[in-house]
C-alpha cells in the first residue's frame, strides 16, 4: 500500500478498474480479493476524499451479486442425502442389512532360504592386514 495520500488514491483508482474488469469476466477470487484490498484503502484515507470511490464501490457490489458483502456465497451444490435414491422403489427391511464381512485369510509367510555357514574372508575385503591372516 502507498504511503502518500496521492498514491492511495490513485491505487484505489486502479482497484476499481481492476474490479470492473474481473466481475465481468466473473472471476470470483479475484472479485473477493479486489474488494478487501479496496476496503483496505478506503479505511486508510480520510471519508470526504473517498465518496465517490464509496459510491463506486457499492455499485460494484450490487452488480457481482454480493450485495454489500466483502465474501460472496458459495456456489457449491450440496450433496444429495444418502438415503434419498432415484425410481420408485422405497428399499426393504431385508435390503438394508448389510451383510458380515467375511474375514480375510492371513497370508503365510515364504520359508527363507537357507544359505548354510558361509565363509568371508575379511581380508580380501580390507577389514584386517594382511599379515595377520
Known amino acids: ?14 482497484v476499481i478498474e481492476a474490479l470492473r474488469i474481473a466481475i465481468n469476466a466473473k472471476r ?8 478487501d484490498r479496496a476496503d483496505a484503502l478506503v479505511k486508510a484515507l480520510p471519508a470526504d476524499l473517498t465518496t465517490e470511490q464509496r459510491e463506486q ?6 452488480k ?9 456465497q458459495s456456489t457449491k451444490k450440496p450433496k444429495p442425502k444418502p ?10 427391511a431385508a435390503s438394508s442389512k448389510r451383510p458380515k464381512p467375511q474375514a480375510v485369510p492371513v497370508p503365510v ?6 544359505l548354510g555357514d558361509r565363509y568371508i ?4 575385503l580390507g577389514y584386517t592386514s ?3 591372516a
Open 121 to 124: 574372508s575379511r581380508t580380501v
Open 109 to 114: 509367510p515364504v520359508p527363507v532360504r537357507e
Open 64 to 72: 457481482s451479486g454480493t450485495g454489500g458483502k466483502a465474501t460472496p
Open 130 to 132: 594382511r599379515d595377520e
Open 83 to 92: 438415503g434419498a435414491r432415484s425410481g420408485g422403489k422405497k428399499p426393504t
Open 57 to 62: 464501490l457499492t455499485r460494484l457490489h450490487k
Open 28 to 35: 470470483r477470487p479475484q472479485v473477493r480479493y479486489l474488494f
Open 1 to 14: 500500500m502507498p504511503k502518500k495520500r496521492k498514491g492511495k488514491l490513485k491505487a484505489l483508482g486502479e
